[in-house]
């Protein structure tokens, strides 16, 4: 018989994926090394749009490099096509965010559909954009 293991036990040598309950707070623990090593994309800003950090993962998905895209804007400067109502404006507007919606990426690259995560919380310095091709 196989003895039940709690979700912490689970994560041991395994990073969180982009569906995982509790995300923000997972992602909040990892080292910035053990970012680069999640199996999707992700964008993470200070509370001023600010990317601050940029996965290999997001990195090779678009082919834009790091250097290109840390210290800027991300809503101006890296992804302005997500300068809208649906994205920007809901880490603007909500102070507790983790919601899931499905995009399209049109700036740089041809239309691109992707999964959305938006994960922010009202007393944490950063916030996330995760992102999971479809």
């Known amino acids: 018989m196989r003895e039940a293991r709690s979700g912490a036990a689970e994560r041991v040598g395994a990073r969180p994926g982009f569906h995982a309950p509790g995300l923000r707070a997972l992602l909040d623990e990892l080292a910035p090394d053990e970012l680069d090593e999640l199996a999707f994309g992700l964008i993470v800003m200070d509370r ?7 996965n290999t993962f997001e990195s090779a998905r678009a082919g834009i490099s790091p250097d290109r895209v840390l210290g800027r804007d991300f809503f101006v400067d890296v992804g302005p096509c997500t300068n809208n109502y649906l994205v920007a404006e809901r880490f603007h507007e909500e102070r507790d965010l983790d919601e899931e919606l499905d995009y399209v990426f049109t700036f740089r690259m041809r239309p691109t559909p992707v999964r959305l995560r938006l ?15 479809r």
């Open 48 to 54: 001023h749009d600010v990317v601050v950090r940029y």
């Open 119 to 133: 994960l922010a919380g009202a007393r944490s310095p950063r916030r996330y954009l995760a992102v999971l091709p």
